[in-house]
């Protein structure tokens, strides 16, 4: 059973950066779709990038164009470069695999967060002004 594992997360000030990583455990060897997602306290999870085992990446719209998201598929790894942050308070960043293509879209999307069958347990960003 896959295991996913995320690390990066901590306290930065505002316009700072952070890079996220996200580590892979146990089958499959290799999954089609990573992605990263946040979640505020009491708000819906937000899909920030995904990216495909071919290197297709999308973007969530509130972040796009502060993203830099890369993989490693030997090393079973996802990372996400967040730049210019803001002082949104304390986010949870999760990443999510999936282990096939889904047929009903092009690439790996972060749309849904329905399209993803596995999950980490997340790393916290706080970001102050």
């Known amino acids: 059973q896959v295991h996913l594992a995320e690390s990066g997360g901590g306290s930065v000030q505002a316009g700072g950066s952070l890079t996220l990583s996200c580590a892979a455990t146990?089958?499959?060897?290799?999954?089609?779709?990573m992605a990263w997602f946040r979640q505020v306290p009491g708000k819906e999870r937000e899909g920030v990038a995904a990216?495909?085992?071919?290197?297709?990446?999308s973007y969530g719209d509130s972040m796009k164009g502060r993203l830099s998201v890369s993989r490693d598929n030997e090393k079973k790894t996802l990372s996400l470069q967040i730049n210019s942050l803001k002082p949104e308070g304390t986010t949870m960043y999760l990443c999510?695999?999936?282990?096939?293509?889904?047929?009903?879209?092009?690439?790996?999307?972060?749309?849904?967060?329905?399209?993803?069958?596995?999950w980490g347990q997340g790393t916290q960003v706080a970001v102050s002004s």
């Open positions: 999510a695999g999936r282990k096939t293509k889904p047929s009903w879209r092009l690439t790996c999307s972060v749309v849904g967060d329905e399209d993803y069958g596995y």
């Open positions: 146990g089958p499959p060897d290799v999954s089609y779709c």
């Open positions: 990216m495909d085992m071919d290197g297709r990446t």
